[in-house]
């Protein structure tokens, strides 16, 4: 089955709502990372959080690895956050692979 | 600062011909290297990575090769393109393996 699994597929908010994405794996975790895919299709690291919770404006991530899940808390969303939003994991058992979800398509009612 | 640079940044081809996409690393000696594609619509999934120059190991079988002819370039290449081979590749680095990867700005290969 599928290691790395993201919810929702998509999200549509209004403008000033908060949004939370998903990402809930089934292996056993050593890091995890999250990426603002633009629409060209280069990615913008967002963070790299094997554990706990980091800030970054207005983007919080948290990682529980006993529960196996990560989050992307978005606040007070804007147009500019519309886009897609990858999580992905390196699996504990020392892999050099990433395996990537398949991403949540977040846009924004204006 | 460590710079990743991709070339091309796109490229139409014809089915058969050949292909050679590259990846450049500056800024950190001896880091791991790593392929990823993406066909539209598709999931991001590794192709290829490399923890040393000369050694490369296949992740997914796409009728693909990689090599690394220097500690600071990746090269992607095929002798006959299929049209399954259209997508987005990526291209990138990490200290070691399981810590923080970063990205090249990728290339669109579209295969008529």
């Known amino acids: 089955g599928q290691q790395v699994q993201q919810s929702p597929a998509s999200l549509v908010l209004q403008e000033g709502e908060n949004a939370e994405l998903q990402c809930n794996f089934s292996?056993?975790?050593?890091?995890m990372q999250w990426f603002y895919q633009r629409p060209g299709g280069s990615l913008v690291s967002l963070f790299y959080n094997p554990s706990g919770t980091k800030h970054s404006g207005r983007l919080t991530s948290t990682t529980v690895i006993k529960e196996r899940r990560s989050s992307l808390h978005i606040s007070s969303s804007q147009t500019t956050d519309s886009g897609t939003y990858l999580c992905?994991?390196?699996?504990?058992?020392?892999?050099?692979?990433?395996?990537f979800g398949k991403g949540t398509k977040f846009s924004l009612i204006p | 600062a460590q710079t990743i640079h991709q070339w091309p940044v796109a490229e139409i081809k014809a089915v058969g011909s050949p292909l050679s996409l590259g990846c450049t690393i500056k800024?950190?000696?001896?880091?791991?290297l790593y392929w990823y594609w993406q066909a539209t619509g598709g999931t991001l999934q590794q192709l290829f990575y490399?923890?040393?120059?000369?050694?490369v190991e296949s992740v997914v079988q796409l009728n693909l090769s990689a090599s690394r002819p220097k500690d600071d370039q990746f090269i992607l290449s095929t002798e006959k393109l299929l049209l399954s081979h259209s997508g987005f590749y990526l291209c990138?680095?990490?200290?070691?393996?399981?810590?923080?990867?970063?990205f090249g700005k990728g290339t669109r290969l579209t295969v008529v």
């Open positions: 292996t056993s975790l050593n890091s």
């Open positions: 490399s923890i040393t120059v000369g050694q």
């Open positions: 990138a680095w990490s200290l070691t393996r399981n810590t923080e990867v970063f």
């Open positions: 800024g950190k000696s001896s880091p791991n």
């Open positions: 992905a994991l390196s699996p504990g058992t020392g892999s050099n692979r990433l395996t």
